[in-house]
């Protein structure tokens, strides 16, 4: 596939790595969802934001790309507090939990686009400008047909590597092996990114371990980091 075939498909999304379901909300997810985005959503549109201008400080921003329920997106948020990050999701119901957290636990450094992440990556984040990209536990897709489905393909992660700045990271995160090993030679492939290691990562302190993962992981599953950095 050329460049021209790759700024294609991400032009006209044709193939989505996500379907959107209506899914249950809570009564809590729903008003945290009405109260909280006005305060800590960013609304998508076809133009550049400024990070500086969104979070009142001029700080190093991470963005996470579908990030469920957020409960990790809250936690290392709060962790880094030095650090700026923007949440991208589309499913309502995560989207309003972690509006939620916000609230409860006071995060200030920690904004929501409700929105394709590919459109947002592509159309409102300046190149080279981002210190980290999260990708944690995204739809594998495991049916062979629907593999074309899957989120880390090389145009998606042209794009990533794009927006890093130049030292920047990229974070990858899964429990379904074949997948993981797709990821590895996609995110290798990419001549601006380079392994921080030999082969998958041991997971970073600043990823926290879900009560899922823990469960897995109890049960004898594995779960696979990839950590790539942009070249300088």
């Known amino acids: 596939m050329n460049d021209s075939d790759e700024s294609?498909?991400?032009?006209?999304?044709?193939?989505?790595?996500?379907?959107?379901?209506?899914?249950?909300m809570s009564p809590a997810q729903s008003r945290y969802l009405e109260h909280?985005?006005?305060?800590?959503?960013?609304?998508?549109?076809?133009?550049?934001?400024?990070?500086?201008?969104?979070?009142g400080r001029e700080a190093p921003v991470v963005v996470e790309i579908g990030f469920g329920m957020g409960a990790a997106t809250a936690e290392i948020a709060r962790s880094r507090p030095d650090e700026d990050f923007i949440g991208i999701e589309v499913h309502a119901p995560g989207v309003g939990n972690l509006c939620k957290l916000i609230a409860e636990q006071q995060i200030g450094n920690l904004r929501i686009v409700q929105h394709d992440a590919v459109e947002v990556l592509r159309?409102?984040?300046?190149?080279?400008?981002?210190?980290?990209?999260?990708?944690?536990?995204?739809?594998p897709w495991p049916?062979?047909?629907?593999?074309?489905r899957r989120l880390v393909q090389p145009a998606l992660v042209r794009l990533m590597a794009e927006?890093?700045?130049?030292?920047?990271?990229?974070?990858?995160?899964?429990?379904?092996?074949?997948?993981?090993?797709?990821?590895?030679?996609v995110l290798a492939a990419e001549p601006l990114?380079?392994?921080?290691?030999e082969g998958f990562a041991p997971r970073p302190e600043f990823r926290p371990l879900t009560k899922f993962e823990a469960r897995g992981i109890r049960l004898g599953h594995g779960v696979w980091d990839l950590l790539f950095r942009r070249r300088a």
């Open 163 to 185: 927006r890093l700045a130049p030292g920047g990271y990229l974070h990858c995160a899964t429990d379904w092996q074949d997948y993981a090993e797709q990821m590895l030679a």
């Open 8 to 24: 294609r498909r991400l032009t006209s999304r044709s193939i989505r790595s996500f379907v959107l379901r209506q899914g249950r």
């Open 123 to 139: 159309d409102m984040i300046a190149p080279s400008t981002l210190a980290g990209v999260h990708v944690y536990f995204p739809d």
């Open 193 to 197: 990114l380079e392994n921080t290691v």
């Open 36 to 55: 909280m985005m006005p305060r800590v959503g960013i609304d998508y549109a076809p133009s550049t934001i400024d990070p500086g201008a969104v979070f």
């Open 143 to 148: 049916k062979k047909r629907h593999h074309k």
